[in-house]
């Protein structure tokens, strides 16, 4: 039987189609709506997606955090199936992961799965998607979502707005510590991360800072292992879900329904 | 070179104490022996939902005189900040030098501090009260101690006194901060 998530030709399609479809849309998507399901990295737990999608027939549309892809055996297969279920509906939404990007493929499983399948001839094209995803969503004027973090260097909603499009690395300073930041408790301002150079650890005076020059109420992010699948930092105000199998822990699915949160546990 | 009369690791001359088990170097066979209860210095405590009481400067800018830890307490409390271990982040540590004058730092069970980090070295550092001052020694480790200042980490050459709010990287992977 034919696996047609792994067929080339539909792959292809696939992600130009997409590309178009995620170039059309601002760098911060603002979306309102009373219930939401939110999905943190699940690097190839096409199960767990595909959980998150099952809500889409309770009336809720979907966002992932990124970090569809690497790490996990099936991370082609997750990443052709949310790209599909995007394609269908208008009601799911995906931000951008850290591994969305050059810098990861390589090394942590995803450009290996293409050479499996013979598909690696698209590699470029599956970057060029990944650099014209959105990096943040305003969620109902309240609610960021953002795949890593805030930025060291005075960022506003506005900052994310203008991120430039197409930056596959990305280059742009802002943008990858977006995608890279880290929040933690005792610590106070930015402190370099031990993830990567240009990425830094965020303390809570500056997360109030921000949510308060931007009006925000919360930031929801993923990026980081959480072995109980949602975990809150900063007093609940800033929430990680982590959806992936391959860590090991448990995984989360945030459901946001008319304000209230509610938090899905798989184990 | 002096041998611990406890445990029988070599210690280097300089050392006061053993890096290993932290009795003094000159104690006799019966010199109070090590409590056979695991030590006090493990004791981990949940997550705290708020702040340190650290200084409150920007950890990006440099870090102003902060005061020392009491040592009268004999109990230092850590953070660990950053862990290749997702459930140590976040949590502290007190560490008791009630019992021993020097809490071994490493990737090795027999350290007193055991860190599951492979870029920390077996015997990576010690932590002394010395004088009345903790003070942080690199063992000579592979991949350095670091502390945090001027927004930079500075690589700890010899020994190095402690003080509250201090940031300190282990190997490439840990990241710990001295809270009271």
Same mark, same amino acid.
């Given at each position: 039987?034919?696996? %047609?998530?792994?067929? !080339?030709?539909?792959?292809? @399609? ?6 178009? +479809? ?9 979306? #309102? ?81 293409? #050479? ?16 014209? $995803? ?17 930025? +060291? #260097?005075?960022?506003?909603? @506005? ?10 690395? !990305? ?11 880290? !929040? ?52 609940? *105000? ?7 199998? %391959? ?12 304000? *209230?949160?509610? *938090? $899905?546990?798989?184990? | ?13 300089? %050392? ?60 230092? *409390? ?17 560490? @008791? ?22 870029? $920390? ?60």
């Amino acid at each position: 039987m034919i696996d %047609y998530l792994l067929v !080339p030709d539909y792959i292809g @399609d696939l992600v130009v189609t997409l590309k178009e +479809s995620f170039s059309k849309e601002p760098s911060l998507l603002e979306i #309102k709506n009373d219930k939401v399901a939110i999905v943190g990295d699940t690097h190839g737990a096409i199960n767990i997606s595909g959980l998150a999608f099952s809500k889409l027939q309770e009336g809720y549309c979907v966002i992932m955090l990124g970090d569809l892809i690497d790490r996990g055996p099936e991370s082609l297969r997750n990443l052709v199936f949310s790209m599909e279920m995007k394609f269908l509906t208008e009601r799911v939404f995906m931000i951008r992961g850290n591994h969305e990007s050059s810098l990861t493929p390589p090394y942590y499983g995803f450009l290996d799965e293409l #050479k499996e399948n013979g598909i690696d001839y698209l590699y470029d094209e599956f970057l060029d998607m990944f650099a014209s $995803i959105p990096y943040g969503i305003l969620l109902n004027d309240m609610i960021l979502c953002l795949h890593g973090g805030i930025a +060291s #260097k005075g960022l506003t909603l @506005d900052n994310i707005r203008k991120l430039p499009k197409g930056d596959i690395v !990305p280059d742009d300073k802002t943008a990858f510590e977006i995608l890279w930041n880290d !929040p933690r408790e005792f610590i106070e301002g930015f402190l370099p991360s031990t993830r990567a150079e240009g990425a830094y650890f965020f303390g809570n005076d500056v997360f109030e800072k921000f949510l308060e020059n931007n009006k925000l109420s919360y930031l929801i992010r993923g990026h980081e292992v959480k072995m109980v699948g949602i975990a809150d930092n900063f007093n609940g *105000k800033l929430i990680t879900v982590f959806s992936s199998e %391959y860590h090991g822990g448990k995984k989360g699915i945030l459901l946001i329904d008319h304000g *209230k949160f509610v *938090k $899905i546990i798989q184990d | 070179m002096w041998i611990c009369n406890k445990c029988g690791t070599e210690n280097d001359d300089s %050392y006061d104490y053993c890096v290993v088990c932290g009795v003094e170097k000159n104690a006799t066979p019966s010199a109070p022996p090590v409590t056979q209860e695991p030590p006090k210095v493990q004791k981990e405590n949940v997550e705290a939902s708020t702040q340190g009481p650290i200084n409150n400067s920007s950890a990006q800018q440099q870090a102003p005189v902060t005061p020392s830890p009491s040592a009268s307490s004999k109990i230092l *409390k850590i953070a660990i900040i950053q862990s290749p271990s997702p459930e140590l982040v976040g949590r502290t540590l007190d560490l @008791d030098f009630t019992i021993f004058k020097t809490i071994s730092i490493g990737r090795n069970p027999e350290n007193l501090l055991q860190m599951p980090d492979g870029s $920390i070295s077996r015997r990576h550092a010690l932590i002394e009260l010395k004088d009345d001052k903790y003070i942080i020694r690199d063992l000579q480790s592979t991949n350095g101690t670091y502390i945090f200042e001027s927004g930079y980490f500075t690589k700890i050459e010899g020994e190095r006194n402690i003080n509250i709010g201090d940031v300190i990287k282990l190997g490439e992977g840990t990241v710990i901060r001295v809270i009271q």
